[in-house]
């Protein structure tokens, strides 16, 4: 006999199949025939057995504990049973056979799934269609199938291009793109066959990766550039992905673009003759397209690009030309002499080409036959040379033919023509090319260039040489190799002249990207051109066997070069000076500013947190510095400016000169410049026909890209009776500089409103300015008694001295009349007399009313006693000034 059971975990009934029913044949006897007890034998099961009706014999199995199925889900036992024998203490009873009973336990659904992992990651690849990204798993802790089995799972997170199934696969319902996502996170759960859902939602990420396509990875598509930084690397995190192809050499080219920039590209804007100057180019240049000015007016009416940074172009639309006067243009070439010129230039529009002229010279009587003529046709540069057009029967080489690409580019080139007859070569950016050569006769017609020019001169006497014309058309802007050292030795480069094209090759990828990294740009000036320069990279790459086997896209960046610091340029000095008109018309006549100080400053941020400047000096040089006449300009018959060739010696200076002013030009420093104006002086040889002369000097940077303040000097001639007038208080120097005193140290401005900015003094420094006005009335009296005594000795002893002798003031920074002369003892005699009375005079009024006099007085006293070089010096200067 055996019974089977069940019973549901954590109750305590056994349901039993059959029934548990024990009868015994004693029946009815009493005791005998009743049920007294049920055993359970075997193992220690957790069930028990207790009897319902003993008469009857019913039974019932029940637990004795919490039964859990999660730890047995069965369980198997032997029952007996016993009558109560022969009394009700059941003693002596008898013991039925044994039976088997086999109980299963029933699950309850009390356990949530739960997932296997924290959280699940994949990665995909654009453009594909997936059947399985990654399963997920959840596992129940019930123990029967119905409650422990996963029968779902679902994606909560909504909108998203994925779909799961039940056995938690995960597929995408669309093809994926990387540039429109990278990265999805989707939220999952699950529930069991009991419809019991997990507790938590697991996160699943998933990444979308780019098909693999070969090309540069890791590079910036903006690189900015500081000015005075130096080389910048371009791509330091720059690398060549391959897809894991096996390569065999890889040969990159790296292009800086820079023909929108000045003359294609970031050059030096200094004047024509400060250029050639600076790279040792032969004096005697003549500049046939100068600025426009009153001086040189034939360039007025011709169209300028003021796009350029301070590089004086010239824009030509085939309609308009400039008549350069004969008195500039040099007249004798003879057999050697160079033509120099700055050009872009595009195909002539129409099916026929014309002629386009640059430069003509003609005669005037010969049939308006050209004498020497440059001009462009057909992509053609033509030189026509006519040495000698007063004989008809001599035939030379005439015209000199180039044909290049370059003259139809629509790029900037700089074209020099050496001349050294019969030989004519041309150098076009450095390089040389040999003409073939027609013999013919130029007539002139009207024929107008097309394009754009600058810095056109000529130079009779000379041919330059190569070297001077790399140095005129030299970029200052280019690639470079950071660390060129640490280059490996297996990597070959080559940069073109200019330095604007790079190319790279090699054999090992990772020695490749490493060059690569190095590879910047840099700019030597101090204040470059701001502005975009675009970066072009191309790629080859040869595989095993094969000639290409991976394409290489190119890439494209810009090198952004930020606005630099502008300097601004002080020139400060006196601003006013008389001078008696016989030193005018003495030898080297008088200096015109002696006291002349140049100097240059920018503002810069101080990094702190308030709104503060910092002005800093800043050192740099100058290309020219002008001094010009206002009102009527110099009489060229009696008077003049003049500066002696010696002081130009050992610097890179040059000057010009006419009625108009001076011109003082060349690329050198300030503290140079200061040096050389301090010694431009004024010669009138007829000063009785002047009163007051007026200059203005201005300085330059760059070509007029920075210029300084307008610093005027005024100049009074001091004639016999304003002489006598005047007495001791002339003096050359008659007024401080308007401009405040130059600090070299770094000075802070602050921001300050409007309301901190009053122009009205403080008491304090009114009285700060009495007290210096009246030390200076002090001191000025005081020296003026020692000069009166010493002039009273030297009178005394002048019958032993040499009478050609006279005070020396040198030592003292006060400059007495400088009309004052001495005539001989008599006449020095009455000189100390009267000034002997003047001076008690004057002690006694300025004691009786000291106090009251000092304020008004001051600011006269302190500009007749500002200092100032001693005139002796002027006396020195000899005939050997030479006029420019």
Known sequence: TSYHGVITENTEVVLLDPPLVALDKDAPVPYAGEICAFTIHGMEAPFEAVVLNGTSGEGQLRARGLVDCEQQKEYTFIIQAHDCGSGPGGTEGKKSHKAVVHIQVNDVNEFAPVFREPQYHAAVTEGKIYDSILQVEATDQDCSPQYSQICNYQIITGNTPFA????????????LSYDRQQQYEIQVTAWDCGQKRALHTVPVHIEVKPVCKPGWQGWSKRVDYEPGTGSKQLFPKMHLETCGGPLSSVRTTVELQTSHIGKGCDRETYSEKSLQKLCGASSGSTDLLPAPSSATNWTFWLLTDSGRDSDLIFRFEGRQAAKIPDWVVPQNLTDQFTIATWMKHGPSPGLRAEKETLLCNSDKTEMNRHHYSLYVHNCRLVFLLRTDFSSANSFRPAEFHWKLEQICDKEWHYYVLNVEFPVVTLYVDGASYEPYLLQTVCYLFTQYFRGSLSGLTIRPGHIETQKVISCLQACKEGLDIHSLESLDKSIKFHFNPAQSILVMEGEDLDHINTALRKVSYINSRQFPTAGIRRLHISTSVQCFGEDTCISIPDIDAVVMVQQPSEPRITITGVERLSWPASDLRAPGGIALFQDLHIISTVKKADGTAQHHTVLEELIHNLDYCDVLVLGEELRAEQESLQLHRSALTGKHLDATNSTT????????????????????????????????????????????????????????????????????????????????????????????????????????????????????????????????????????????????????????????????????????????????????????????????????????????????????NNKNWHKAAVSF
């Open 164 to 175: 799961i199934d039940r056995n938690g696969n995960i597929r995408n319902t669309e093809k």
């Open 661 to 872: 002013g001076m011109s003082i030009y060349g690329v050198d420093s300030m503290s140079n410049y200061e040096q050389v104006i301090r010694e431009v002086r004024y010669f009138n040889f007829e000063p009785s026909l002047v009163t007051e002369r007026r200059f203005r000097l201005t300085c330059s940077e760059l070509n007029g890209r920075y210029t300084s303040n307008e610093f005027t000097l005024e100049v009074s001639v001091l004639h016999s009776a304003q002489t006598g007038l005047a007495g001791e208080h002339v003096n050359h120097l008659v007024a401080p500089p308007q401009y405040m005193q130059l600090v070299h140290h770094p000075s802070i401005i602050q921001d300050m409103s409007p309301s901190h900015m009053s122009g009205v003094p403080s008491a304090a420094t009114m009285v700060i300015v009495m007290c210096i006005a009246a030390l200076v009335v002090v001191v000025v009296i005081g020296i003026y008694r020692i000069h009166i005594t010493h002039q009273q000795d030297a009178k005394l002893s002048e019958t032993t001295k040499d009478p050609d002798m006279t005070w020396d003031n040198a030592a003292l920074n006060i400059t007495v009349n400088p009309m004052e002369t001495l005539e001989g003892p008599q006449g020095a005699e009455e000189d100390v007399t009267e000034e002997e009375e003047e001076e008690e005079d004057d002690e006694d009024e300025e004691e009786d009313d000291n106090t009251s006099g000092e304020s008004d007085d001051s600011e006269e006293e302190a500009d007749v006693q500002l200092p100032t070089a001693a005139r002796q």
